[in-house]
Nanobody, 126 residues
Framework: QVELVESGGGLVQAGGSLRLSCAAS????????MGWFRQAPGKEREFVAA????????SYADSVKGRFTISRDNAKMTVLLQMNSLKFEDTAVYYC???????????????????WGQGTQVTVSS
């Protein structure tokens, strides 16, 4: 079982940057794909970014492509989400997620993910 704890959220002006961190504990972190999702008030949870187990493959939602970067450090058991050029519409609770065992690629479907963090709030002021 992998446990996840997000940090790094906060309040930032439009055009600013934030870096979210997801710290994992438990077994088999390095063999699984990881993802970031977000959920704004009144909206469904949506895919933001994903990274494969080895970090060589990444995938992004069209809305964040070119502005967000996902990375991972398997030795430190962390996943980062660097968010630049933030927009008001990026305001949401951001969740880190770990894929089911044997899922080592990049996945945008929430159903592939077995574990979720508690979320961290990102608020972008316009």
């Amino acid at each position: 079982q992998v446990e996840l704890v997000e940090s790094g959220g906060g309040l930032v002006q439009a055009g600013g940057s934030l870096r979210l961190s997801c710290a994992a504990s438990g077994r088999a972190f390095s063999g699984r794909g990881m993802g970031w999702f977000r959920q704004a008030p009144g909206k469904e949870r949506e895919f933001v970014a994903a990274i494969s187990s080895g970090g060589r493959s990444t995938s992004y939602a069209d809305s964040v492509k070119g502005r967000f970067t996902i990375s991972r450090d398997n030795a430190k058991m962390t996943v980062l989400l660097q968010m630049n050029s933030l927009k008001f519409e990026d305001t949401a609770v951001y969740y880190c997620a770990v894929a089911n065992p044997f899922f080592s690629g990049v996945y945008s479907s929430p159903g592939v993910y077995a574990g979720w963090g508690q979320g961290t709030q990102v608020t972008v002021s316009s």
